[in-house]
């Protein structure tokens, strides 16, 4: 860890200074709910940071506002990683209301492994991606490091949910690496090839988490 959550005040106002930087990485510094408040609050908007990695800072269904707010800042915002977190079922549906508003025209990629996820968000899921234009790249996958952190992998059984969100929308890259717990793999990789998807993470680990 790279611990951050009691300088977040100050690194908020030098991302502020410089709005043109592309890419935020606070990837497992510690920010917490309330770190996130203080992130969002602080940064001076619009930025035109393109990619954000948020993953493993113990974010939680009460940062959503705070996402809210710090989403509304980053217009042209492509990649959001969020992966190995605590936003839950709701957490993830308001998640997904806020980035309908503030980025549809601008996400290309979205990372939301490991957050305790269930069947009850996929429905929420293929909304979102038939509503996002430009997003090619989603990971609901759990990774190595998700008991080590001890959160919770996201689990799916509903393979026909799963078979409408891989049918629906532009996706190139689907993410379902250890979370499905279901006994149809193989009729979910032949709908991935039915539709041409470039690339596909049914059972493999991910060696970067």
Avoid: W
Wanted: hydrophobic residues 35%; contains cysteine; charged residues 20%.
């Amino acid at each position: 860890m790279n611990p951050l959550k009691s300088n977040v005040a100050p690194f908020a106002r030098l991302l502020s200074r410089h709005p043109g930087l592309e890419l935020i990485d606070l990837f497992n510094t510690g920010l917490c709910d309330d770190g996130v408040k203080t992130l969002a609050t602080q940064i001076e908007g619009p930025c035109a940071t393109k990619h954000m990695y948020l993953c493993i800072n113990a974010i939680t269904a009460d940062s959503c506002p705070s996402l809210d707010v710090l989403l509304s800042k980053l217009p042209l915002l492509e990649s959001l990683f969020v992966s190995v977190n605590r936003l839950g079922d709701s957490g993830m549906k308001t998640l997904f209301a806020s980035l309908g508003q503030h980025n549809r025209h601008s996400l290309k990629r979205l990372a939301i492994g490991s957050n305790g996820l269930s069947d009850n968000i996929l429905d929420d899921v293929q909304k979102l991606v038939q509503n996002m234009p430009k997003l090619i790249s989603l990971n609901l996958g759990s990774y190595r490091s998700t008991r080590f952190f001890q959160e919770k992998q996201n689990r799916f059984t509903d393979e026909g949910k799963l078979m409408r969100l891989i049918e629906s929308g532009n996706l190139q890259h689907l993410g379902l690496n250890h979370c499905y717990e279901g006994t149809n793999l193989d009729a979910l990789v032949a709908a991935c090839e039915a539709v041409s998807y470039t690339h596909l993470r049914a059972h493999e680990t991910p060696e970067h988490l």
